[in-house]
Each structure stands twice: as C-alpha cells, then as structure tokens.
C-alpha cells in the first residue's frame, strides 16, 4: 500500500504559469512534509518543508499548502521558469521516527516550456 | 562541490557478484543513511546510522550490509546480487538523528545487475 500519493504524474506548464503538484498520505502520524526537487543525474534536494501545526509554507516562489484533516498537501509553483523542470517528491515522516526515515511519493514530472 | 560523495557513479554486475558502493561525506554530519530508487519503487530507505551504529534497518535482505569505517563513511556492501537490485543507489546525511535539520543526498550510484 503506498503511503505517499503524488499526482499529477508529469505536469507541463509555460513559462509565467502556476504549476500546482498535489500529494496526500495515509498515515495519520505524519507530522513532517518535505518536499525535494531532483534534476536528472543528481540526487534529490529539499526545496520547501512543513510542519503539521502549519496550513501553509512560503519560501519565494514555492509555497505549500497543507489541509490535515483531508491529509492532503500541494506545492504551488508561481511564475514557473525553464529552470523549474524537474521531479518534484513529496515526503513525510513520523515526529517519532528519526528525520532521515523519510516515505517518498512516486514524483511528479515536471516540465516548464518558455 | 559535492558534499556528499558516492562512487562508483555506475556500475555494471554479474547475477550472483558482489558489490560495494562507497559514501563520504564532508558536511560534518552525524547521521548517515541509505536509499533506493528503482524504476518500480519510489525512493526508499534501506538504512539509517547515527555516530556510527545502525538505528533503523528496513531493507529484508541480509544481502545488505552497510559498513561505516569511519563517521563519514558509509559504504553498502551487496553480495549475491539479483537483476531486481537494479537501482539507484543514494547516499544521504543529516547533522543529527534527531527530528531536526534537512536530509542531503549524494549524486547516487547507479547499478545494473545482468
């Protein structure tokens, strides 16, 4: 059973757009969403992170949104660039487990035309 | 420069063969991790050390081994390897155990299994 779902599977926006990746999990004691951005050939990064105690994270042009009680979150990418394309993974962990011990979504595939 | 070193970048084997894939790291951190990626499975973890010793072990298969030689090693040791080990391999380090700080990944190891 997969705990983390991330949809769409690949994305594809213009440059100037608002790419919207959606993600929602299982377990209800997850309480740590990161969410890390991988180009090809390199390993992922964490881009913009959150806390259960928040409804919403704001770094630039990244911003997540986070509903607990339909245990759904989204990452919003306003004014998408070329330099956006990327797989985008969502993440979660416990508060009782250690930080590393992170449950990956699939992806979402995105690509950003100019 | 990378912080986080792994090598080989690929690597090809023999059903059957024996592998290690080598980790340092150069952030100072004290938590090291293992995680998988295959093109069936999303990004798993395999293992977690802290100072050294292991404190989670997720992955079934005694034919895993992690050996930490020094506190910014972690190499992965695999024997009898399978055409289903085909992943990428990922590296990955925090500066404590603890739920605190971001997890960083290493560029991966990428292993194909004949």
């Known amino acids: 059973q997969q705990q983390v779902r991330q949809s769409p599977q690949s994305l594809t926006v213009w440059e100037g757009e608002t790419a919207i990746l959606n993600c929602s999990y299982e377990?209800?004691?997850?309480?740590?969403f990161p969410w890390y951005q991988q180009f090809p050939g390199e390993g992922p990064a964490l881009l913009i992170s959150i806390r259960s105690v928040s409804d919403k994270k704001e770094d630039g042009r990244f911003t997540i949104f986070f509903n607990k009680r339909e245990k759904k979150l989204s990452l919003h990418i306003t004014d998408s660039q070329p330099g956006d394309s990327a797989t985008y993974f969502c993440a979660a962990s416990p508060g009782t487990q250690v930080v590393g011990q992170l449950t990956f979504g699939r992806g979402t595939r995105l690509q950003v035309y100019a | 420069d990378p912080k986080i070193i792994q090598k080989p970048k690929y690597l090809v084997a023999v059903t059957g063969s024996e592998k290690i894939l080598i980790c340092e790291q150069y952030?100072?951190?004290?938590?090291m991790y293992w995680y998988r990626q295959s093109a069936k499975k999303p990004l798993e973890f395999m293992f977690s050390?802290?100072?050294?010793?292991?404190?989670d072990n997720q992955t079934a298969s005694s034919r895993f081994q992690p050996q930490s030689s020094k506190k910014n090693h972690l190499d992965l040791q695999i024997t009898a390897l399978k055409p289903d080990d085909s992943a990428t391999y990922f590296c990955?380090?925090?500066?404590?155990?603890?739920?605190?700080?971001?997890?960083?990944f290493g560029e991966g190891s990428k292993l194909t299994v004949l």
């Open positions: 952030l100072g951190h004290n938590a």
């Open positions: 990955a380090s925090s500066q404590d155990a603890e739920n605190t700080g971001q997890l960083y």
């Open positions: 377990d209800s004691t997850f309480n740590y």
């Open positions: 050390y802290s100072y050294q010793k292991l404190m």
